[in-house]
Each structure stands twice: as C-alpha cells, then as structure tokens.
C-alpha cells in the first residue's frame, strides 16, 4: 500500500524547515472526512517560521503542488487538510489486503527478538475461575500479536504449584479425600477438601501443625509428600488442559514456582554481595525505604523462600535461558506492589534488563450477581461461564438460522468467543462486569456482532462464487462513495492497530477498530447492493468484501477467536 503520510511528507520538506521522518509522525489521519484525509498541525513550525500557525498553513497551501493522488490541500485553522483520491485509495488498500491474505497486518519488525509472556499462571489445587480469564485472554492475545510482528515469543505458565497450602491439601487428603473421589470430581473436590481445611482449622489448632509438616516434607523431597502433591498436581493440569484447548491456548513453558525452589541461592548471594540484603527480625529483606515502598521480603525467619524470592530468581533464569528483549507479566493490578518491588530490587543488583520487565496489569472480572473468594469456596467456575455462553449462543443460532450445519461447533466458537471478547473489549486496567447477554448481543460491540459481520461476508462471497473466474472486470466507479471510503480507511489502519496493540499491551486496540470496521461494513453493505444483476459494480464491490472478511478473520485471530464462515 501506497505511505500516504510519507508522499505528503515529501510534498511538505523543502517547505518547512522539519526532517521527514519528523512530518511524518505528525501527520494524522483525519477523525472528520469533510476536512479531508490526513491533517498536518502547524503549531510546531511557529516559532522557527516567525508566523501563526493560521499563517503558516495558509502559505503552505499556495505553495503545495497537488498531483493525482494528493488531489487537494486546504487551510484550516492551523491545520494543513490533505485530500487523497479517492478511487485511488480505496483500490489501493482493497488490493493490499486481498494480496496479503490472512499475513495482512503482519510485520518483520521483531525479527531476531524474543518476548517473554508469563500469562493464565495457574495454582494448583485451585480451580480455574473467572479470575483466570483476563490474564489468559490478553496473555495469549499478546501472544498471536507479537508473533504476528515477527518475534519469538515464549509463553510462560508460571504455575502456583508451591506454598504452604500444598501441607494444608495433603492434611486434608488424608483426614476427609479419598482418590477414586478425587479422580471423579476432579479440582472440585480438592477445592472442597481445602475449604473444609479451613472451616475445621478454627476449631482444631494441632491440624495447622499438621499442615506445617506436610509441607515441610515436600520441601525435603519426601516420597510420600512428593507423590500426593503430583497426584494433585495432575488432577488441576487435566482440568486445565481441557479449558485451554477449548480457548485455543498455549504455553511453552510450565516452570512454575517449585521449578525455582533449587534456582534462588545464586541470585540470593548474588543480592547479598551487592550489599542490598538487611536482616529485619529475623527475616532477609531488601530495604526499599527510599523508593516509597515497604521492603521486599526474601528470606523469613524460618529460612523459607517467599514469593517475590521466587519471581526474582525466575526472571534471572528467564534472561539466561531465553535472552528476551521484553517479558511480560499478565497479572491483576492486585500484585502492582509485588511487581515493582521485584523489577526494583534486579534493578538495584545492577541488572540493565530489569527495564525490559513489564507488569501488564488488568482489572478484576466480576459475574453481575457478586465476586468471590475461593476460601469461602463460592467460586465462578470459567468452564461453567464458557458452557452457559456455548449453549446460550446454541438457542440464538437455533432460532436465526435452524438450518445450520454444524451448529455445536459454530455455537462452541460463538460461546467461546463471546466469553473471550468480554475480557478484550475494554483498556485492560478497567473492572469488567459479566453479563450473558450483553455479550452475546449479536448486535453488540460483541464478538458474534463480529462473527456475524464476517459471516456475512462469507455469504456474500459464496453466493457470488464464480465471480473471481468471471470475464467481467469490477466497475470501480461503484465503489467511489464514502460508505466505502470510511471502510477502507479503517482497513487501512489495521497494521498500525497490530503495532499499537503489542506494544501497549492492548489488544483492546484491535477489538475496537474491528468493531469499527464491522460497523462501516454493515452501512456499506445496507446503501450499496453488492449482489446485482450489474456484474461490474458486483465484482468491484465484493473485492471490498473480500478484503473485510480478511481483515475480521485476521483481526479475531489475533485476539484467540474463531471466525466461521457460516452462522
Ligand atoms: N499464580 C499467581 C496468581 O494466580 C500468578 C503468577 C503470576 N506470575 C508471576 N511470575 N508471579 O495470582
């Protein structure tokens, strides 16, 4: 595609006394297309031009040549407007997008590089709840994007599979479990053994002693200890497994925090012979007094590691072993503190690539009747929010389109997408209230609108099938109004939106200009026939078709959501 802001740019050098690289990052594309294209904002060039910048833009006017696709130039207030052609344009992105495929929006520009992604981190014995979804979802967003952008991107399950709570389970285990139990009902067993723990703890005192010895045993590697925490560990894994395959999830790495529990005595010592370590009653901290924190806590009385010890030994074993360029952390803005104290203290121990490490924090998902607290054990399961939004989405599909085939597997992509989309559609750091049917609205800023729209398409597409062999060529005079106009802008901007996206750790960029594309496409497609007798203008519009259909796809991909052809 042509770099409109870059060949006005060229227009503007010898004009202005500013570098083109510089013009070109302020070049924008117009929010209001009756004032044109793309805008220049000369309040920068006042001082060194002595003018206003309502002079400025005026006597840049007169001086600007326009040619064949830069058709107009205008001066308004301050702003030099610029007037694209419109048929060019709008060929121009149709035929980019239709020749990039499903690789449009993709970019070289990490090549070489690597992102760490630490996402979904599971605890084990816990069952999977709504809480999980935010981190999995944007985790594995960011994924696809970055991947998308050409880097090597490993995805890390930091799995919570160490604490004092694995003692607290095997005491459990063994006073009320049994396996076959535990084997039928799975993570939801264990989630009751452990609240009883704590129900039955307030009266019972000698069960916290209890507990403390289990989990001491762990730590020695006791056979026993060793075998129920594995056996707890793969009951959790299996329950997982099964919902990350339905979201289309993966990780390449399972080391959690056991895996660092022989991994912290080097960056220990290494901590202690940078002088960064103190002893506070009994305990090895790092004093972090005079960057307004509490400190960071490494070593408690007892000599046992904490979770902070173990996040700053995972970070050094990250570096070494993957060289990133970034790693990120996906976590609630419940763990802010944890976060900085940790990139704090690596940065302290002289470490540069501490500034490649990034909290990216979101709000917390709440059901609209209530959150929850898996201690009080009135947890909301994600698989049962996935289920009721898979078999709501089966009724509405049903009933719009009964003829459907495979109308589980479009109602389970529909569901999951849905569900997916609730936790993407917003700037992450907001709180998000989950309601079934907001989400699944098919006429929603929603991810079935979306499906639908590129459904839509497909049909279109379909109905038309020969028309990519047929001898007539596309009128393209058909496709020169705004509707269509507005719509390949927006496809235009998609590439940018991928960049946005990964690198403000915001897929929620890519969610809202698909939303804006769905819309301009269905008023397209409600002012303009694409279907018609005039083969022509039908060929030349459902090349524009096409190239939304690409983009939805490409788009929903991206953030980890199907997009069938038919619904
Ligand atoms: N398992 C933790 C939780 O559920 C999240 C772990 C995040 N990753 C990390 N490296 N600390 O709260």
Redesign the pocket.
């Known amino acids: 595609m042509e770099n409109y802001k870059l060949l006005i740019a060229k227009k503007l050098i010898n004009n202005t006394p500013l570098e083109e690289a510089e013009i070109v990052s302020l070049i924008t594309e117009t929010a209001d297309d009756s004032f044109g294209d793309y805008a220049f904002p000369c309040f920068r060039l006042a001082r060194e031009m002595r003018m206003s910048p309502v002079q400025i833009a005026q006597k840049l006017a007169s001086e600007i040549k326009t040619d064949d696709v830069i058709v107009k130039v205008e001066a308004v207030n301050g702003y030099l407007n610029f007037f694209v052609d419109r048929m060019h344009f709008i060929w121009d992105v149709v035929t980019d997008v239709i020749k990039d495929g499903n690789k449009y929006g993709n970019d070289k520009i990490g090549k070489g590089k690597t992102v760490c992604i630490?996402y979904s981190?599971?605890?084990i014995c816990k069952s999977f709840h709504i809480g999980?979804l935010s981190t999995t979802a944007i985790g594995s967003s960011l994924y696809k994007l970055y991947n998308a952008l050409g880097y090597k991107v490993v995805g890390i399950n930091?799995l919570?599979d160490y604490g004092t709570q694995f003692g607290k389970m095997i005491v459990a285990f063994k006073l009320w479990g049994d396996r076959a139990t535990v084997e039928k009902l799975g993570v939801a067993e264990l989630q009751r053994l452990y609240v009883k723990f704590h129900q039955e703890e307030v009266d019972h005192p000698e069960l916290t002693e209890q507990a403390r010895e289990w989990f001491v045993r762990i730590e020695k590697g006791d056979a026993e200890a060793q075998e129920l925490f594995e056996f707890f560990k793969q009951i959790t894994l299996a329950d997982v497994l099964e919902i990350y395959k339905r979201l289309n999830v993966k990780f390449d790495s399972w080391n959690g925090e056991a895996f660092f529990n022989d991994k912290m005595d080097a960056p220990l010592q290494m901590l202690r012979d940078r002088g960064l370590v103190s002893e506070s009653q009994g305990a090895q901290v790092v004093d972090l007094k005079d960057y307004n924190m509490p400190p960071c806590l490494l070593v408690k009385s007892d000599g046992s590691s904490l979770?902070a010890t173990r996040?700053i030994a995972?970070a050094i074993w990250r570096k070494n072993e993957y060289d990133f360029n970034k790693c990120l952390?996906v976590?609630?803005y419940q763990?802010n503190l944890h976060f900085k104290q940790v990139f704090k203290v690596l940065e302290l121990a002289g470490l540069d690539w501490a500034k490649d490490l990034v909290h990216v924090a979101f709000g917390m998902v709440s059901l609209e009747d209530g959150s929850m607290s898996t201690r009080k054990g009135n947890v909301v399961l994600l698989r049962d929010v996935i289920d009721k939004a898979v078999a709501k989405s089966l009724e509405i599909i049903t009933a719009k389109n009964p003829d459907l085939p495979n109308r589980e597997k479009v109602a389970e992509q529909v569901g999951v997408g849905a569900v997916l989309f609730s936790a993407l559609e917003n700037g992450r750091i907001k709180d998000i209230t989950f309601t079934f049917d907001r989400v699944l609205n098919f006429d929603g800023e929603t991810a079935p609108y979306l499906q639908y729209t590129h459904a839509r398409c497909c049909s279109l597409l379909e109905k038309a099938s020969d028309w990519k062999k047929s001898a007539v060529a596309g009128d393209y005079r058909a496709l020169d109004n705004i509707e269509t106009l507005r719509l390949c802008k927006l496809l235009s901007v998609f590439p940018q939106a991928v960049k946005d996206a990964a690198f403000k750790y915001e897929p929620s960029i890519v969610s809202a200009l698909l939303i804006d594309i769905a819309q301009a496409f269905n008023r397209f497609y409600i002012e303009h026939r694409v279907i018609s007798e005039n083969l022509a203008e039908q060929n030349a519009r459902l090349q524009v078709v096409e190239a939304t259909a690409t983009v939805l796809k490409k788009g929903l991909t991206l953030l980890g959501i199907e997009a069938p052809d038919k619904m």
């Open positions: 630490d981190s599971v605890n999980h930091h919570g979770y996040d995972a952390y976590v609630a763990q």
